[in-house]
């Protein structure tokens, strides 16, 4: 508090209510900037390179990774007599997460050269009959899509897989569709849409059954969903709406910018606003791997900047550790993803204010909040857009506290810490 003396000759007949508003006003407290020091020195949850959950390099080079990729079939879950059981799904989260890591999980029904995943409880029903086709020369099945049975466990599938996973922090996406791979086409291979392929139909009703059923954990579908030849997307504004991301399974292709692009484009040019963007790269020639992470890419656009032009937050590169070393691989996760820097810091009277930049490509798309001691920040992350910045405040910080400083998540494992820049 601030005290003023007033000279008595100056006061005036009502001078001592003059004295006492004088007294009893509050006098702003000026906010103090803070010293702040920090660096993001790890790959950051939620972004990066992804290996294959069974590649041994995901063990031996741990940190220059976040992420794994696994594929599962249905028939993990669900027996013959359609009974649920998803202890084998935890061992692999739980064998991912003991890395550190978390998981991309995509659920097939269809695989070259395999039978499907269909569990036999279905496959066993008289009215269901696969066809077996040649794809990529090899013997393949695929789903019997007319049948009602298989069409009503699909969606209850995700319905159990929502309530048990939905905001589990060992799962940072869920990958799913229809087709080769759950890749969205059956390029070779019998394709008859409402027979090996689903109906339109069902894929209206599958998608918004998506869209309703999870609420945290981020799900996305191929590119190759821009097809009208399978998928009833294309100029739908209301399925263009739901909140799904997308991953597109051969990055940096030759024919990206004319093909791959125009998907993109279709599904959303501003998807990645609310809904992650990932993929592959691709396989189309034996160069396309070798020279994902080169300094020109594969056919002279770099990794970093298709990183930035689609604003991709994770990318599958299961074969880089062969071509490139796992310094490499750190360095490509800072193209993708968000990277957060605190540009202002004042306290005053217990609050912290902090104004935070995304130097990034793309936003967090969960939950994250600054904390300092036992307090929390009102204001998400979530969101924020590179470029953008925004105000947040933390009540009841000591000066001690500051110390403490961090980003806080319920989305990603407790051993991982999602970092922030400062040079205050």
């Keep these: 508090m601030l005290f003023f003396r007033i000279p008595a000759e100056n006061l005036g007949p009502f001078g001592w209510l003059l004295a006492a508003f004088a007294f009893l006003s509050p006098v ?65 989260l739980d064998d991912i997460a003991s890395r550190n890591h978390q998981a991309v999980l995509r659920f097939h029904f269809c695989y070259v050269g395999k039978e499907t995943t269909v569990p ?23 789903c019997d899509w007319s049948n009602q049975a298989l069409q009503e466990f699909t969606l209850q599938f995700y319905s159990r897989f929502a309530q048990r996973y939905d905001s589990d922090p060992r799962i940072a996406f869920l990958q799913t569709g229809f087709g080769l791979w759950a890749e969205y086409h059956i390029y070779s291979g019998p394709r008859k849409l409402g027979k090996t392929f689903p109906s339109k139909a069902f894929q209206d009703q599958f998608l918004r059954h998506m869209s309703t059923s999870f609420q945290d954990l981020p799900w996305s579908i191929s590119i190759d969903a821009a097809d009208s030849t399978y998928s009833p997307l294309e100029d739908n504004a209301e399925l263009l709406a739901l909140s799904f991301g997308v991953f ?59 990183a930035e032009q689609f604003h991709i937050s994770y990318m599958i590169g299961n074969d880089q550790l062969r071509f490139q070393p796992a310094e490499r691989l750190r360095d490509a996760a800072s193209s993708t993803g968000y990277r957060f820097r605190v540009t202002e810091a004042t306290l005053a009277e217990g609050r912290l204010r902090l104004r935070v930049a995304n130097e990034g490509v793309a936003p967090i798309y969960r939950d ?13 992350l979530r969101g924020l857009l590179p470029g953008q910045t925004l105000e947040c405040e933390i009540n009841g910080v000591t000066t001690a506290d500051i110390e403490t400083l961090s980003i806080r998540s319920d989305a990603i494992l407790p051993t991982q810490v999602i970092q922030f820049a400062a040079d205050l």
């Excluded at 592959?280 to 300094?295: C, G, I, N, P, V």
């Design 28 to 92: 702003p407290v000026s906010s103090e900037p803070i010293r702040l020091r920090s660096q993001i020195t790890q790959v950051q949850p939620m972004t990066g390179i992804v290996l294959w959950s069974d590649n041994p390099k995901a063990k031996m080079q741990a940190d220059a990774i976040a992420l794994e990729f696994r594929y599962c079939g249905y028939d993990e879950v669900v027996d013959a007599n359609g009974r649920y059981d998803f202890s084998r799904i935890d061992q692999v």
């Design 120 to 142: 036999d409880f279905i496959r066993s029903r008289s009215d269901y009959r696969e066809t077996v086709g040649k794809s990529e020369k090899k013997t393949t099945h695929f």
């Design 248 to 306: 597109d399974d051969s990055f940096l292709c030759k024919p990206h910018a004319r093909e791959n692009a125009v998907n993109w484009r279709i599904l959303g040019p501003e998807r990645w606003r609310h809904s992650p963007a990932g993929g592959e790269f691709s396989y189309y020639t034996r160069m396309d791997q070798k020279l994902a992470l080169a300094d020109q890419g594969p056919h002279g656009v770099s990794f970093e900047q298709a």
């Design 368 to 380: 994250a909040y600054f904390g300092a001691g036992g307090n929390m920040a009102t204001r998400s």
